[in-house]
């Protein structure tokens, strides 16, 4: 079993930045792809962005040019640094690991980010 240890996140004014981080307890193959998802209340839960061991990476449109996804593999953790930040990025942001970016294996426990206008 890996463990996924969601880190970061907090309360941030509209424009400002955060970062969060993802680490993986081992390296397993199941976690070839780490990423984010995140789900704001009453809304559906939206994959963020992903990255690969190989380093190909996916984001969602609407945080193209904001948000930048990096990847450690010699420490198994994932970066997530978040600029320009508007309020409707406020949502729990929840890391996950799996063999694709869409295929998920492992979730980590989710960290709050709110971004207040």
């Known amino acids: 079993q890996v463990q996924l240890v969601d880190s970061g996140g907090g309360l941030v004014q509209a424009g400002g930045s955060l970062r969060v981080s993802c680490a993986a307890s081992?390296?397993?193959?199941?976690?070839?792809?780490m990423g984010w998802y995140r789900q704001a209340p009453g809304k559906q839960r939206e994959l963020v962005a992903a990255?690969?061991?190989?380093?190909?990476?996916v984001y969602a449109d609407s945080v193209k040019g904001r948000f930048t996804i990096s990847r450690d593999n010699a420490k198994n953790t994932v970066y997530l640094q978040m600029n320009s930040l508007k309020p409707e990025d406020t949502a729990v942001y929840r890391c996950?690991?799996?063999?694709?970016?869409?295929?998920?294996?492992?979730w980590g426990q989710g960290t709050q980010v709110t971004v207040s206008s």
């Open positions: 081992r390296n397993d193959f199941r976690i070839n792809a």
């Open positions: 990255i690969t061991s190989g380093g190909s990476i």
């Open positions: 996950y690991a799996g063999p694709t970016p869409t295929t998920i294996s492992y």
